[in-house]
């Protein structure tokens, strides 16, 4: 998820990235997340903390609510807050694509 950060950093206005921590699998706490992470070598691994939002799920509701089995996991929401069944970042690619071609026949309007 970092490289499509990445990759798309001129459209980080159209879309979100949340990480969802399941505190059951590693740790229940900001704190020890990261003492996991560095134990673990993924923060050398990715060369940089995650640039995104992180939430730790401590009740296990939002593992619950989004079907999340496994990590990582990408579920695709659309903008009136829907789950997008096989949403993946492929799909996300693509409507991203989609939009700025829209932007872009926008700004060649107003010129």
């Known amino acids: 998820m970092i490289k499509f950060w990445d990759e ?3 459209q980080q206005d159209k ?3 949340i990480a ?3 505190p059951h699998k590693m740790a229940r706490t900001f ?3 990261d003492e996991q992470l560095e134990t673990r070598g993924i923060l050398k691994k990715w060369g940089q903390n995650l640039p995104f939002t992180v939430v730790i ?3 296990g509701k939002t593992v619950e609510t989004y ?5 990582p996991t990408t579920v695709l929401i659309d903008p009136e807050g829907n789950v ?3 949403g993946n970042e492929k799909m996300l690619e693509e409507k991203l694509a989609e939009l700025k071609k829209g ?3 926008k700004t060649e309007e107003t010129k």
């Open 8 to 10: 798309h950093k001129d």
């Open 15 to 17: 879309y979100a990235v």
């Open 20 to 22: 969802v921590h399941n």
């Open 31 to 33: 704190k020890a997340l």
């Open 57 to 59: 799920d401590n009740t």
């Open 67 to 71: 079907g999340i089995e496994a990590y």
């Open 84 to 86: 997008v069944q096989g």
């Open 103 to 105: 932007d872009e026949s």
